[in-house]
């Protein structure tokens, strides 16, 4: 199985900055696709950001230039650096990966727990 554990939510004033980790674990083969999601209350879940592999990158367009995806291969982590915060970003942001494990030769989607963001002076 794999596990993706998030870690650096929390409160930040509007302005602020935030960095976000995802560590994914486990029986891993191979990580394509990792990348971020969030999910406001009474809103559908969106993209925020991705990093494939290859290092293609796909941001949604309400954090473009604001935040930055990054991701570290020996250590199966992710992260995403949030700047500029603001109210709007207020969400439970969820971490993703595509993943194909030692057992299978597919790939499959996993998703971490998420994390509370809060934007908010």
């Known amino acids: 199985q794999v596990q993706l554990v998030e870690s650096g939510g929390g409160l930040v004033q509007p302005g602020g900055s935030l960095r976000l980790s995802c560590a994914a674990s486990g029986s891993i083969f191979a990580i394509n696709d990792m990348g971020w999601y969030r999910q406001a209350p009474g809103k559908q879940r969106e993209l925020v950001a991705v990093l494939t592999s290859g290092g293609t990158l796909n941001y949604g367009d309400s954090v473009k230039g604001r935040f930055t995806i990054s991701r570290d291969n020996a250590k199966n982590t992710a992260y995403l650096q949030m700047n500029s915060l603001k109210p709007e970003d207020t969400a439970v942001y969820y971490c993703?990966?595509?993943?194909?494990?030692?057992?299978?030769?597919?790939?499959?989607?996993?998703w971490g727990q998420g994390t509370q963001i809060t934007v908010s002076s």
């Open positions: 993703n990966a595509a993943v194909r494990t030692t057992a299978s030769r597919y790939w499959s989607d996993y």
